[in-house]
């Protein structure tokens, strides 16, 4: 079983949509969550960290239930801007800090 | 923009050919971290490096090894290119511990 793990998608939604996205991960040890967003053929970039008590950014709002191990981005109002690949990012601290990155969730919005 | 460089952009060897990638960290981070990202894939963690030393490695082989510069700059070698080892190699920078971590735009590299 992979350490993180997420639905490849692709997700295709109209604009206006709101569509989530859920990853989990397998080490209950986990410190640190994060969503990042990567374009296609470009670096990954920083979207929003990830807390237990939720936390959102304009259209965004991230969700951690340590539970049952996963977390959850959540996007109102999808603009065709939107659309990339968004990455889940779960901190590993066996012996040493490590980002473990789910293979990501492909979003496109259609016009 | 993140202020984290690399070079070269993009690179082209033959199989069993060595190669090193250079990455340049963001001001005020002492921590560097190398990724591998095949086509349709999440970056996968090479190792990472902090104040000059090895500071924790995933599943690669010793094939793939790093330097850390007093300055905090990093290169990536990798010897013995193998066909599989084509990929986009990123480094990200970051202050020590479980922080955010800022990803320079990667070197595209092809092995022939």
């Known amino acids: 079983r992979k350490e993180v793990e997420q639905d490849p998608g692709p997700f295709n939604v109209p604009e206006g949509a709101t569509v989530a996205f859920n990853c989990t991960y397998s080490?209950?040890?986990?410190?640190?969550f994060f969503w990042y967003r990567q374009d296609c053929r470009k670096e990954p970039k920083l979207l929003m960290s990830?807390?237990?008590s939720g936390n959102e950014d304009g259209r965004f709002t991230a969700q951690l239930n340590r539970a049952s191990q996963y977390i959850s981005l959540l996007i109102r109002d999808s603009k065709l801007s939107d659309s990339a690949t968004y990455l889940c990012?779960?901190?590993?601290?066996?012996?040493?800090?490590?980002?473990?990155f789910g293979t990501g969730t492909r979003l496109k919005v259609l016009a | 923009e993140t202020g984290v460089t690399q070079s070269p952009t993009h690179l082209i060897k033959t199989r069993g050919q060595q190669v090193t990638l250079r990455c340049s960290s963001q001001?005020?981070?002492?921590?560097v971290s190398w990724y591998q990202q095949a086509l349709g894939q999440g970056p996968q963690f090479i190792f990472q490096?902090?104040?000059?030393?090895?500071?924790g490695r995933g599943n690669f082989p010793p094939r793939f090894s790093g330097l850390q510069f007093p300055n905090y700059s990093s290169e990536l070698n990798v010897n013995a290119l193998e066909l599989d080892d084509s990929a986009l190699y990123l480094c990200?920078?970051?202050?020590?511990?479980?922080?955010?971590?800022?990803f320079g735009p990667g070197t595209r590299l092809l092995v022939l």
């Open positions: 990200a920078s970051s202050s020590p511990g479980p922080e955010t971590q800022y």
């Open positions: 080490n209950s040890a986990s410190q640190s």
């Open positions: 990830v807390y237990s």
């Open positions: 990012v779960v901190i590993s601290t066996s012996g040493t800090y490590k980002y473990i």
């Open positions: 001001s005020g981070h002492n921590t």
């Open positions: 490096y902090y104040r000059e030393e090895e500071n």
